[in-house]
């Protein structure tokens, strides 16, 4: 029984110095998530759309086969600092918004998921997903 409470006790200590080692990781900056939305994402659902997202807030819609683009800007932002066309939606802390304002509309998104190569983002007048893979 004494090996047992000695073999607990250090793989309890053992667990103990592991997790303060582990360094805690903060959820990332406006900044770089800013960053790691600019680039070219094409649509997964419908392949003809392409967003392009530019790092000076600059946003683009193409959808293949119409010669017409959709021009506007882009921004994040989180719940504790939204935009003026944001503030009537439940936003949660924690959460990164996308703002797109594009030929008069304002189109509001949830960050569902992002990584170097997706993203995904739920659209929160509708609530439905949009999914888009990385061009450049």
């Known amino acids: 029984m004494a090996k047992l ?5 250090l793989t309890w200590a053992i667990a103990l110095l592991a997790a303060c080692a582990t360094p805690v990781m903060g959820a990332p900056s406006l900044d770089s998530v800013r960053h ?8 997964i659902d419908d ?9 000076d807030g600059t946003a683009t819609d193409r959808y293949e086969g119409d010669s ?3 021009h506007g800007r882009w921004l994040v ?3 504790d600092a939204p935009p003026p066309e944001a503030k009537g939606h439940k936003l949660s802390p ?3 918004y996308l703002e ?3 030929n008069g509309d304002v189109l509001l998104f949830v960050l569902k998921e992002l990584s170097s190569q997706s993203l995904s983002l739920v659209y929160l007048e509708r609530g ?3 999914s888009f893979t990385r061009l450049k």
């Open 5 to 9: 409470d000695i073999l607990q006790k």
């Open 36 to 43: 790691a939305l600019a680039g070219t994402w094409q649509s």
């Open 47 to 55: 392949t003809r759309l392409e967003r392009e997202l530019d790092p």
């Open 68 to 70: 017409s683009a959709a």
């Open 77 to 79: 932002f989180q719940s």
């Open 94 to 96: 924690g959460d990164y």
């Open 100 to 102: 797109i304002q594009e």
């Open 128 to 130: 439905n997903t949009i």
